[in-house]
């Protein structure tokens, strides 16, 4: 509620990632979450990011959903363990959590260590939540969204801009991530963030 009432962002960015890979890993703690931190945090009135766990896992509905995923059972927890976040908490508080576990997730007692020391004692609705039924129904909830992708899913990260993908002009791996976003802005006649100051010489 809080974010749909404060965040009118100019551009919507939907990210589909799963907790272990790699490159969703190098996008979401070197240039997404330190981009949203220069924008002045989650609420800020350029960029309204959508964080949905599930990437190349597979579902299957018998007597309840049972999740594969691409990376094995720990994932899994992991991917649930997101999905309660961002279900539970405001989102500010969940990307938080989830940019230190992608951070930490070399550590064995990384994402433990990261709920107790950011979320506190809301840490427990997270744990609660992605051990009962209702982690594993959010996690079938992204795989729903994630099968009606176009082009199907294949790599990850998949990153949508206003709902669309754009391989071709914006992607993990471009260089100059923050400029593209300039860009954009730029197009769509919105004022530009202190961050945009160094690129502007570039449009």
Known sequence: MIKSLFCQAQIKMTVHYEAFSKPSQEFITKKLYPTII??????????DVELI???LSKTTWLNGPKTTCHNGEAECNENK???CAIRKLRFEDAFSYINCTMTNSHLPTGSSECGKTILGTDYKKV???AGSWEGDV???A??????????PLLTLP???LGGHFTPHSFDAEEKDWVGLLCNKWKAGDANLPPLCDAK???F
């Open 38 to 47: 220069s924008l002045g945090g989650v609420y800020n009135t350029w960029l």
């Open 53 to 55: 766990p599930y990437g």
């Open 81 to 83: 363990l997101h999905s």
């Open 127 to 129: 744990t609660f939540c």
């Open 138 to 140: 959010l996690l079938a």
């Open 142 to 151: 992204n795989g729903i969204t994630a099968s009606s992708l176009e082009p």
């Open 158 to 160: 998949r990153i949508l």
């Open 200 to 202: 502007v010489a570039a």
